[in-house]
């Protein structure tokens, strides 16, 4: 599977296997690019401040500021301190989560029962790819999901319903400080975020043709 | 030299002083905790005084941080119409089991608030349930306010301004009980409403009305921090909170047999982990 009409210059291009963990660190104007490569499936997402990870993407923040729980181009993504992480740029999806979190080991045995301990889950990709920075469980917040559907009924009820999402399908996003970002291409068998059949994603880092940096912005 | 005209001060001398601040003991406040919490003149019908754990007024743009025991019942009530209660619960013991908002909404399948609710930490376990609820307008997804948005909307957002920032006061708190800002994750808060539309717009809906009270069951041991500041999502150009009542009283935990516990499969699976934790423990 290829993805064309990356923008700009590659600064580093990783397929991220089925249920495994990715993490990079974004530039302020580069462009991180996710690409559900094979249709459905959904992308639990973090992102920091790179030089002051306690500033760390706000769920709430993010909802409350754009007055809408589904993300598509333009949104931005707030921090804890209402400052803005990352813009949205392109989206071919239509829409994201921001409400649903990760799923965890310790959820999952609520969601499903006990039988699912044994799985594979995000949490246990965030922690583990979040060590590597120095990061911890106390730095785990609600998530973004990208490629995930999760509509809220007039009632209140919500849920994990089939993907809307489609092979290649991505979303561009612009770093607007120094970030750090953390992946964990979700591994969770028992609901439709990924046609419970987990498969690959690709993050892409590229410098916006005609960045700041360059000075031909 | 002094004037020689000049009075002495009541309070230019170490007795004096002393004498003057003494002589406050016994005033009251509007907004202020009533300790010993038994001294409570209003215990709620069925409770006994000497059960009171915790009771007071938190004043709009205040805070308040209490550790409860398993089995208390916390009581919020919007005196005005226009308290909103902003609340993190860590497990008290061990901070890094908290509050899970998207846990709270995803697990129960539902994203609105109200009786019968289970506020679950991240660890698959109960840290409090929702027992009473006369308000029903409440809400889990938008969080607090910050510095940076009170500044921008009232001009000022810091702790003891006249705006104070809902995530400044939560610093304080959580500050207070050994806590740092990266353990302060989502908050939900209740008596001001946000409903979602289909295409995911946020609604803000205001409260119920004044009186409006909900009751939370600690499941857990658990260290609660409390900010009494306007919602977020609330349109007023002004600065708009009113006093909050809080009232803890001794209680016991939801156990097998009690509706809330079947009430759902996934909430039985919360209580059942919850009592495993504490079995394991030796506390319960």
Not at chain 2, 198 to 219: K, P, Q, Y
Request: glycine share 10%; charged share 20%; proline share 6%.
């Amino acid at each position: 599977m290829t993805v064309t009409a990356l923008p700009g210059r590659v600064v580093s291009d990783e397929t991220v296997p089925a249920r495994a963990a990715w993490s990079g660190f974004v530039r302020r104007g580069q462009l991180l690019t996710v690409t559900d490569l094979y249709g459905n499936q959904a992308a639990d997402f973090l992102v920091y401040d790179a030089h002051d990870t306690s500033v760390r993407y706000s769920a709430p923040d993010t909802v409350q500021a754009q007055g809408n729980v589904f993300l598509t181009t333009g949104s931005v993504l707030l921090s804890n301190e209402h400052t803005p992480l990352m813009t949205v740029v392109d989206d071919t999806c239509g829409r994201h989560d921001t409400l649903g979190g990760a799923c965890s080991k310790e959820s999952n045995t609520l969601r499903y029962g006990h039988h699912t301990w044994s799985q594979h889950a995000c949490v246990e990709n965030f922690l583990s790819e979040g060590a590597r920075h120095g990061l911890g469980k106390r730095d785990l917040v609600s998530n973004i999901n990208w490629f995930m559907n999760v509509p809220v009924e007039k009632d209140g009820t919500l849920g994990i319903v089939d993907g809307i999402s489609a092979p290649g399908l991505k979303v561009v996003l612009r770093a607007e400080t120094d970030v750090l970002a953390l992946l964990s291409n979700c591994p969770q068998i028992n609901n439709p975020c990924n046609g419970f059949d987990p498969t690959a994603v690709r993050m892409t880092i590229t410098d916006a043709a005609g960045s700041e940096e360059d000075g031909t912005r | 030299m002094g004037t020689p005209s000049a009075p002495p001060s009541a309070t230019a001398s170490t007795h004096g002083a002393r004498q003057h601040a003494r002589a406050q003991d016994g005033t009251t406040a509007d907004a202020m905790p009533v300790v010993p919490a038994s001294d409570w003149p209003e215990p709620p019908e069925g409770v006994a005084a000497g059960d009171v754990v915790w009771a007071g007024t938190v004043a709009g743009g205040g805070y308040t941080h209490k550790v409860l025991a398993r089995g208390t019942e916390l009581r919020l009530t919007d005196l005005t119409g226009d308290a909103c209660a902003h609340l993190l619960l860590h497990s008290a013991d061990r901070p890094w089991e908290r509050l899970n908002t998207a846990d709270t909404v995803k697990v129960l399948w539902n994203a609105y608030l109200g009786k019968g609710h289970l506020l679950l930490s991240d660890q698959g376990r109960v840290l409090a349930s929702v027992t009473e609820d006369t308000s029903g307008r409440h809400d889990a997804l938008t969080g607090t306010s910050t510095l940076a948005r009170n500044t921008a909307r009232y001009g000022d957002g810091t702790p003891q301004s006249a705006s104070p920032a809902g995530r400044e006061l939560f610093k304080l708190a959580a500050l207070k009980n050994g806590l740092a800002p990266r353990d302060l994750p989502p908050s939900v808060s209740f008596f001001q409403g946000v409903r979602i539309a289909e295409d995911g717009t946020t609604e803000f809906i205001g409260s119920a009305d004044a009186g409006a009270s909900v009751t939370l069951r600690a499941e857990q041991d658990v260290t609660v921090l409390l900010a009494n500041v306007p919602h977020p999502l609330d349109p007023r150009p002004e600065y708009t909170c009113g006093n909050l009542r809080v009232l803890a009283y001794r209680s016991r935990p939801t156990a097998p047999g009690d509706a809330l516990w079947d009430a759902a499969p996934e909430g039985r699976r919360a209580f059942l982990n919850t009592v495993d934790h504490l079995t394991a423990r030796g506390l319960a």
